[in-house]
């Protein structure tokens, strides 16, 4: 029979967890002939006492993670899904409450949004939808019985000003070619996340809803409001926004890929380039990545966004 380690020898458990990932729930909300539409990515990760099922196989404490499946599916219906906020919180506090093994529970959020179609006829317009490509939202909860945090953000969104960037006055060395720019094209695919100050049932939870549309907005207006000397800049001023704005968040992670655009040379056909044709070059890129805290607020947000 193979030996099983087990704690005082030399291999020992380490952090772990399990669950259900991307758990696709679309929630059909009818107001009459009027149709609402949430549409959700959900994963669960659930941790506690997990030790004898990774030692000896036993998996008296293990809930399957197809009823996890069932109860994204089941919450769905029974508490419908008012913001990916909200429904986070009542799936991570649902596994954490009712089974004694799991001390810490983690979901994570996709929301896909959804626009209605324009139509001569309205009726038509109350249940006729087109997918948004503009951005993805994104909501982390997690909670361990007695603290919850919920980091939440966007990916995928992709901005760019056509003027008012500048790039020049940088260090030069033997292997710098870059040409200075007087006036550039800033354009970056933003993904950012935010951590919330809300501590639990309680302290009176944010407007999720409200709170992403707000925080978003801010974030565009700073970058296009910001006559840009560098991407580094403008991640600082978006960041100083969303917190000078949003009392509710302490902290904005972003990783900001610039999009180059370089001016193409036209000379060799006897045509001047004025600004005018551009070649968006999509790798290799900079990589822009930055926190910006409250005032005497630590950093919490993992520097890998792509884990969270």
């Known amino acids: 029979m193979t030996d099983i380690p087990r704690p005082g020898r ?50 008296a404490t293990v809930l399957p993670t197809d009823t996890t499946k069932h ?58 939808f087109v997918r948004k490509g503009q951005e993805t939202r994104l909501t982390q909860v997690t909670y361990d019985g007695d603290t919850w945090e919920v980091v939440s953000g966007l990916k995928d969104l992709v901005v760019m000003n056509s003027t008012d960037s500048e790039f020049r006055g940088y260090v030069k060395d033997e292997y710098t070619t870059l040409p200075e720019a ?13 951590r919330f100050n809300w501590t639990g049932d309680a302290q009176e939870a944010p407007d999720w809803e409200t709170s992403y549309e707000e925080t978003r907005r801010h974030l565009l207006q700073a970058f296009a409001e910001t006559y840009s000397f560098s991407l580094q800049q403008t991640l600082y001023r978006m960041g100083a926004r969303i917190i000078d704005h949003r009392g509710e968040i302490d902290e904005v992670r972003f990783s900001l890929p610039n999009r180059h655009h370089f001016l193409v040379d036209l000379e060799p056909f006897g045509l001047e380039n004025d600004n005018e044709v551009y070649l968006a070059a999509d790798r290799p890129y900079g990589l822009i990545e930055a926190t910006v805290l409250r005032d005497g607020r630590e950093a919490r947000i993992p520097a890998d966004l792509t884990n969270l």
């Open 71 to 128: 109860t994204v599916f089941a919450f769905a219906k029974e508490y419908g899904i008012e913001s990916a906020e909200q429904f986070g919180i009542h799936l991570a506090r649902h596994f954490v409450t009712s089974q004694e093994p799991i001390h810490r529970a983690r979901v994570r959020v996709e929301e896909y949004a959804w626009e209605r179609i324009g139509t001569s006829g309205a009726r038509e317009a109350e249940h006729s």
């Open 10 to 59: 030399p291999a020992v458990l380490g952090q772990n967890q399990y669950g259900k990932a991307e758990n696709r729930v679309v929630r059909i909300t009818r107001n009459g002939a009027t149709h609402h539409i949430k549409d959700l990515n959900v994963s669960v990760a659930l941790s506690g006492d997990m030790d004898e099922v990774h030692y000896s196989g036993s998996n």
């Open 182 to 194: 007087y006036d550039r094209i800033l354009a970056t695919e933003v993904s950012a996340r935010w």
